[in-house]
T-cell receptor, first 118, second 112 residues
Framework: GAVVSQHPSRVICKSGTSVKIECRSL??????MFWYRQFPKKSLMLMAT?????????EQGVEKDKFLINHASLTLSTLTVTSAHPEDSSFYIC??????????????FGNGTRLTVT | QKEVEQNSGPLSVPEGAIASLNCTYS??????FFWYRQYSGKSPELIMS????GDKEDGRFTAQLNKASQYVSLLIRDSQPSDSATYLC????????????FGTGTRLQVTL
C-alpha cells in the first residue's frame, strides 16, 4: 500500500517560535495531501487540504496565517505552525490517498508529529 | 448531532472472543466507509474499507454496512491482546469534494 512519511515524529519548542512539519509520499505522487490534528482522547479533525501547485483549502476555524501549508512538489507537503503557543500542542498527522485510485479510496497516514509547546 | 458516532468504550472482551464495534452516521448520502486502528501515540492504520451494503471479510475482520439504517460495524473474531487499541470509524460523503469524517473512536481492551 501507499506509504506516507512524516518528519519529525516529535518536537518540543518554546512559545512564539515556528515549527515545520514535513510530509512525503514515498514511491507515489500525491497531488493532494490532508493535514489532521488530534487532541488527547479526541478524534482526528481535518485542518486543511494541501494541493500541489496551488493554495491549500482550510477548514472552518483553522487560521491559515498560523498554519502555513506549502505543497511545492508532488511528493512533499509542509505544515508550518507559526508563533506556536501551548494550546497548539497536539498530534499532527498528514495523509494521502492511494495513488491511481478513485476519490473515495482510503487515506493512508504518516506516523504523526507530536508537538509540545512550552 | 455528531456526524459520525461511536461508543467511546472501553469495550472489554476476553482473548478469543468476538469484539463488535459499532458506528452510526448522519449523512444519508455517504458512500465510503472505513475502519482504522490506532494504537496509543501512533497514527491510524487502515483495517477495512466497505462501500456496499452487506458484509466484507478480511481475515479475522468483518465489516458490515447497512445504509438504510446508517450503520456500519466491525467484528473482530478470535480477539488477541494485540488488538487492544482505539478503532476509528470514518465516513466519506458522495462527490470528490466531500471530506472524510472520523468518529471519536472506541477503545477496545482484549483481556487475557
Amino acid at each position: 500500500g501507499a506509504v506516507v512519511s512524516q518528519h519529525p515524529s516529535r518536537v518540543i519548542c518554546k512559545s512564539g517560535t515556528s515549527v515545520k512539519i514535513e510530509c512525503r509520499s514515498l514511491d507515489f505522487q500525491a497531488t493532494t495531501m490532508f493535514w489532521y490534528r488530534q487532541f488527547p482522547k479526541k478524534s482526528l479533525m481535518l485542518m486543511a487540504t494541501s494541493n500541489e501547485g496551488s493554495k491549500a483549502t482550510y477548514e472552518q476555524g483553522v487560521e491559515k496565517d498560523k498554519f502555513l501549508i506549502n505543497h511545492a512538489s508532488l511528493t512533499l507537503s509542509t505544515l508550518t505552525v507559526t508563533s506556536a503557543h501551548p494550546e497548539d500542542s497536539s498530534f499532527y498527522i498528514c495523509s494521502a490517498r492511494d495513488p491511481g485510485k478513485t476519490y473515495n479510496s482510503p487515506l493512508h497516514f504518516g506516523n504523526g508529529t507530536r508537538l509540545t509547546v512550552t | 448531532q455528531k456526524e459520525v458516532e461511536q461508543n467511546s468504550g472501553p469495550l472489554s472482551v476476553p482473548e478469543g472472543a468476538i469484539a463488535s464495534l459499532n458506528c452510526t452516521y448522519s449523512d444519508r448520502g455517504s458512500q465510503s466507509f472505513f475502519w482504522y486502528r490506532q494504537y496509543s501515540g501512533k497514527s491510524p492504520e487502515l483495517i477495512m474499507s466497505i462501500y456496499s451494503n452487506g458484509d466484507k471479510e478480511d481475515g479475522r475482520f468483518t465489516a458490515q454496512l447497512n445504509k438504510a439504517s446508517q450503520y456500519v460495524s466491525l467484528l473482530i473474531r478470535d480477539s488477541q491482546p494485540s488488538d487492544s487499541a482505539t478503532y476509528l470509524c470514518a465516513v466519506k460523503g458522495a462527490g470528490t469534494a466531500s471530506k472524510l469524517t472520523f468518529g471519536t473512536g472506541t477503545r477496545l481492551q482484549v483481556t487475557l
